[in-house]
């Protein structure tokens, strides 16, 4: 245990000890209430850490020779650069998965599966598109006699592509189906368990102990199984779907589903079988990125090398499930972690490969180079529990005509660039930048875009367009010009865009006093270059690596820029600025938006972004923002939708459906619907959601309140109205915008 003096008022801990095993060091602590009890077979100190969030940390001192202790963990290879987690090779068929290997691709099946004819063709298409493995849902005994039927037929057509069987609620489809398939997935939420009630229970030690004694009994004979016909299997949490016994001691946390998953990796390992992997899915990707971690910070502390199949469940269609897969899958492969992966969307499987294997090209690509920066102190950024960095945005100053409050918004800010041409509309120009404004409309001003960077001014006699920037500028829409523009055709009441060389020469000294700054900085200067922005009035940091750098890492220099900021006390707001080149593919952008700026701001680093491609639509621009800072849970802009992807337990259309949902109700920001296919997953990963739409039987539909289901058994035809109804009730409606 790492020596240091601790508190006297820490006080006993209440209820019932973790499970979380801290076998293998001693270095490392659980962070709750001081006392001394059994965790596995090691006994073990606990303090409480200041962050009520984390779970688990390594005491180190706060710098060199200090008596501080400080918490620290280990959660990847490096924080300075990508290195990939090392990890044994995991066995799923003919396809080896694990660090020695590439990041394998898989997708999951549509079809009822016991329709085999429609679910073979539907494996070669996913086949064909370049899958590694694919899932298919096994409910029933019925499912696993197909599944017989499906290897055969599959080996007939020489597709040898991995099966892997989805069980839910079923032990004894998993044994069947082992015979033939090649991976199991179990979702230990619910195979021993019954199906969760999400009650507060109370369990005494040992009612605790009778149910994990159950577990083992139900949960052996499918391990011993796997070992003896060569399987691999899955172990894999879902946030939306703990058992009441986990829920009741762990909450819907992180801690509760690595806890979960532990329990039967725990019976893996006491019979001698080492061929599964772990996941940690959740719809909203900052709990699946904080799960994952600390999976992982549990594992190197057990001394365990297991792989990680990645995923943020139910993301949804289009560009938003883009985009949120992204901010989740990517922020793990930039930090090194992950070995399978899958995008998961409300679309024909086969759709699903394509941003999988742009996603899994980013991670190799940063794994490859080794993408980062030189080696820096770590001190402020929390793995574990979201906490924002705040920084100090600007207000309005006493005495000034204009109100400087718009230049950027308190939960997340989005800038776009603005070109001469657009200018020339300035009635385009003010549509695209703020949303219509409707009277009653909660949170009506949150798709307004805060900045714009115009990077040439338009010339002094442009009457035309300089009329549309000031206007602009009395609204509050911030503005910001190249230094060089403004020296020579000076706006008046803009910002001005600084880069760390004009700092260097003192060029900006030429602008009048008061002049506001925008600095726009690498974050792998040499810190004698960063000592420049001490002592100055700086409105806003942009964070602007090129995006043509191969070796520096976008990630890991912006939060090194962060602990510098956090050092020397410099509280000033960061924007994420990328520039894509011409040309760059729209799932490219989306993609690496949601990778290189989620990245950081699950992390809580940063208050907004600024990304730039000159082929692409302004809309679609301005959408990919606020869609970015929606997924890390910044800013609230539009309806929020927990979708799932489908599968053969799929009670309706999903994709039909959702998007009948989602155009009677897409003008709602503020609320979320969740739709969900059958109820597997449904009242658990509905937890973020305000109202769910789930489907119950054959053509009917259940509705609920958060995780309380209020109607059940509506026929399919009226479920869309009862559902806007049910939003009506609780007050939470608005009549969509006229049409002009």
Same mark, same amino acid.
């Given at each position: 245990?790492?020596?240091?003096?601790?508190?006297?008022?820490?006080?006993?801990?209440?209820?019932? =000890?973790?499970?979380?095993?801290?076998?293998?060091?001693?270095?490392?602590?659980?962070?709750?209430?001081? !006392?001394?009890?059994?965790?596995?077979?090691?006994?073990?100190?606990?303090?409480?850490?200041?962050?009520?969030?984390?779970?688990?940390?390594?005491?180190?001192?706060?710098?060199?020779?200090?008596?501080?202790?400080?918490?620290?963990?280990?959660?990847?290879?490096?924080?300075?650069?990508?290195?990939?987690?090392?990890?044994?090779?995991?066995?799923?068929?003919?396809?080896?998965?694990?660090?020695?290997?590439?990041?394998?691709?898989?997708?999951?099946?549509?079809?009822?599966?016991?329709?085999?004819?429609?679910?073979?063709?539907?494996?070669?298409?996913?086949?064909?598109? *370049?899958?590694?493995?694919?899932?298919?849902?096994?409910? *029933? @005994?019925?499912?696993?006699?197909?599944?017989?039927?499906?290897?055969?037929?599959?080996?007939?057509?020489?597709?040898?592509?991995?099966?892997?069987?989805?069980?839910?609620?079923?032990?004894?489809?998993?044994?069947?189906?082992?015979?033939?398939?090649?991976?199991?997935?179990?979702?230990?939420?619910?195979?021993?368990?019954?199906? &969760?009630?999400?009650?507060?229970?109370?369990?005494? =030690?040992?009612?605790?102990?009778? +149910?994990? +004694?159950?577990?083992?009994?139900?949960?052996?004979?499918?391990?011993?199984?796997?070992?003896?016909?060569?399987?691999?299997?899955?172990?894999?949490?879902?946030?939306?779907?703990?058992?009441?016994?986990?829920?009741?001691?762990?909450?819907?946390?992180?801690?509760?589903?690595?806890?979960?998953?532990?329990?039967?990796?725990?019976?893996?390992?006491?019979?001698?079988?080492?061929?599964?992997?772990?996941?940690?899915?959740?719809?909203?990707?900052?709990?699946?990125?904080?799960?994952?971690?600390?999976?992982?910070?549990?594992?190197?502390?057990?001394?365990?090398?297991?792989?990680?199949?990645?995923?943020?469940?139910?993301?949804?269609?289009?560009?938003?499930?883009?985009?949120?897969?992204?901010?989740?899958?990517?922020?793990?492969?930039?930090?090194?972690?992950?070995?399978? $992966?899958?995008?998961?969307?409300? +679309?024909?499987?086969?759709?699903?490969?394509?941003?999988? @294997?742009?996603?899994?090209?980013?991670?190799?690509?940063?794994?490859?180079?080794?993408? *980062?920066?030189?080696?820096?102190? =770590?001190?402020?950024?929390?793995?574990?529990?979201?906490?924002?960095?705040?920084?100090?945005?600007?207000?309005?100053? /006493?005495?000034?005509? #204009?109100?400087?409050?718009?230049?950027?918004?308190?939960?997340?800010?989005?800038?776009?660039?603005?070109?001469?041409?657009?200018?020339?509309?300035?009635?385009?120009?003010? !549509?695209?930048?703020?949303?219509?404004?409707?009277?009653?409309?909660?949170?009506?001003?949150?798709?307004?875009?805060?900045?714009?960077?115009?990077?040439?001014?338009?010339?002094?006699?442009?009457?035309?367009?300089?009329?549309?920037?000031?206007?602009?500028?009395?609204?509050?829409?911030?503005?910001?010009?190249?230094?060089?523009?403004?020296?020579? !055709?000076?706006?008046?009441?803009?910002?001005?865009?600084?880069?760390?060389?004009?700092?260097?020469?003192?060029?900006?000294?030429?602008?009048?006093?008061?002049?506001?700054?925008?600095?726009?900085?690498?974050?792998?200067?040499?810190? /004698?270059?960063?000592?420049?922005?001490?002592?100055?009035?700086?409105?806003?940091?942009?964070?602007?690596?090129?995006?043509? +750098?191969?070796?520096?890492?976008?990630?890991?220099?912006?939060?090194?820029?962060?602990?510098?900021?956090?050092?020397?006390?410099?509280?000033?707001?960061?924007?994420?600025?990328?520039?894509?080149?011409?040309?760059?593919?729209?799932?490219?952008?989306? $993609?690496?938006?949601?990778?290189?700026?989620?990245?950081?701001?699950?992390?809580?680093?940063?208050?907004?972004?600024?990304?730039?491609?000159?082929?692409?639509?302004?809309?679609?621009?301005?959408?990919?923002?606020?869609?970015?800072?929606?997924?890390?849970?910044?800013?609230?802009?539009?309806?929020?939708? #927990?979708?799932?992807?489908?599968?053969?337990?799929?009670?309706?259309?999903?994709?039909?459906?959702? &998007?009948?949902?989602?155009?009677?109700?897409?003008?709602?920001?503020?609320?979320?619907?969740?739709?969900?296919?059958?109820?597997?997953?449904?009242?658990?990963?509905?937890?973020?959601?305000?109202?769910?739409?789930?489907?119950?039987?054959?053509?009917?539909?259940?509705?609920?309140?958060?995780?309380?289901?209020?109607?059940?058994?509506?026929?399919? =035809?009226?479920?869309?109205?009862?559902?806007?109804?049910?939003?009506?009730?609780?007050?939470?409606?608005?009549?969509?915008?006229?049409?002009?």
């Amino acid at each position: 245990m790492a020596t240091g003096a601790v508190p006297a008022s820490f006080t006993g801990l209440k209820g019932r =000890e973790t499970r979380l095993g801290f076998t293998k060091s001693m270095d490392f602590v659980r962070l709750s209430d001081l !006392k001394r009890f059994k965790s596995g077979r090691t006994r073990i100190s606990v303090i409480r850490n200041s962050n009520p969030g984390s779970d688990i940390a390594e005491l180190k001192p706060a710098s060199e020779g200090s008596p501080l202790l400080v918490p620290r963990q280990k959660y990847c290879e490096s924080i300075h650069k990508t290195v990939r987690r090392k990890t044994r090779t995991v066995m799923v068929g003919n396809v080896a998965i694990g660090s020695e290997h590439p990041i394998r691709i898989q997708t999951m099946t549509t079809s009822d599966t016991k329709d085999v004819s429609a679910t073979v063709e539907e494996v070669m298409r996913i086949a064909d598109k *370049g899958a590694d493995i694919v899932r298919i849902t096994v409910q *029933g @005994k019925k499912e696993a006699d197909a599944c017989f039927e499906i290897k055969n037929s599959l080996v007939q057509k020489n597709y040898n592509i991995p099966l892997v069987a989805d069980i839910h609620f079923a032990p004894s489809v998993a044994l069947r189906v082992a015979e033939c398939f090649d991976k199991i997935r179990v979702n230990p939420g619910n195979f021993a368990d019954r199906r &969760a009630q999400f009650e507060k229970l109370e369990y005494t =030690e040992d009612d605790y102990e009778k +149910e994990l +004694e159950h577990i083992e009994q139900v949960f052996t004979p499918l391990v011993e199984k796997c070992k003896k016909y060569g399987r691999a299997m899955r172990i894999g949490t879902n946030h939306g779907s703990l058992s009441d016994r986990i829920m009741s001691y762990y909450g819907d946390s992180p801690r509760g589903m690595v806890e979960s998953a532990f329990e039967f990796a725990r019976i893996c390992r006491k019979l001698d079988y080492h061929n599964f992997l772990f996941s940690m899915k959740a719809s909203n990707p900052v709990i699946m990125v904080q799960a994952y971690r600390l999976l992982v910070a549990e594992m190197y502390v057990q001394g365990w090398d297991y792989p990680l199949h990645l995923g943020v469940t139910e993301a949804g269609e289009g560009e938003d499930g883009r985009m949120k897969s992204a901010i989740g899958i990517g922020t793990l492969l930039q930090d090194g972690l992950g070995d399978t $992966i899958r995008v998961s969307l409300t +679309e024909a499987p086969e759709e699903e490969i394509d941003p999988c @294997k742009r996603l899994a090209n980013l991670g190799k690509r940063a794994a490859d180079l080794q993408q *980062g920066v030189d080696p820096f102190e =770590e001190k402020h950024r929390h793995y574990f529990d979201f906490q924002r960095r705040a920084g100090q945005l600007p207000v309005q100053k /006493e005495g000034d005509e #204009v109100d400087y409050r718009g230049v950027l918004h308190r939960d997340g800010s989005v800038l776009m660039s603005v070109s001469l041409d657009q200018l020339k509309t300035p009635e385009l120009l003010y !549509k695209s930048l703020a949303a219509k404004l409707v009277v009653g409309m909660p949170f009506k001003d949150l798709a307004t875009v805060d900045s714009i960077l115009l990077r040439q001014l338009p010339p002094v006699d442009d009457n035309d367009s300089r009329l549309a920037l000031k206007r602009l500028i009395d609204v509050s829409m911030g503005v910001i010009t190249p230094l060089s523009e403004q020296l020579t !055709k000076s706006l008046p009441n803009a910002m001005v865009l600084v880069n760390s060389k004009e700092l260097s020469t003192g060029a900006y000294k030429l602008l009048p006093e008061g002049t506001r700054l925008v600095v726009s900085v690498r974050g792998d200067e040499p810190y /004698e270059v960063l000592d420049l922005l001490k002592g100055l009035d700086v409105t806003m940091l942009l964070h602007d690596l090129p995006f043509s +750098e191969e070796k520096i890492s976008r990630v890991h220099a912006a939060r090194r820029l962060f602990e510098y900021l956090g050092d020397n006390g410099l509280n000033f707001p960061v924007i994420h600025h990328i520039q894509f080149p011409s040309g760059i593919h729209r799932d490219d952008l989306v $993609i690496g938006a949601g990778t290189n700026v989620g990245a950081l701001l699950v992390d809580g680093l940063g208050d907004g972004l600024l990304l730039e491609a000159p082929d692409k639509d302004f809309d679609f621009i301005r959408n990919t923002s606020f869609n970015l800072l929606q997924g890390c849970r910044m800013r609230n802009t539009k309806t929020e939708y #927990v979708s799932c992807p489908s599968c053969g337990r799929t009670l309706f259309d999903l994709q039909e459906i959702s &998007a009948q949902i989602r155009e009677k109700t897409s003008h709602l920001p503020g609320v979320s619907i969740a739709i969900m296919g059958c109820i597997v997953n449904g009242p658990g990963e509905m937890a973020d959601a305000d109202f769910g739409y789930v489907g119950g039987a054959p053509g009917k539909i259940d509705l609920y309140v958060g995780k309380t289901v209020v109607k059940r058994g509506i026929e399919m =035809e009226h479920a869309t109205d009862a559902l806007i109804q049910l939003i009506k009730d609780h007050d939470r409606w608005v009549d969509p915008p006229a049409e002009e």
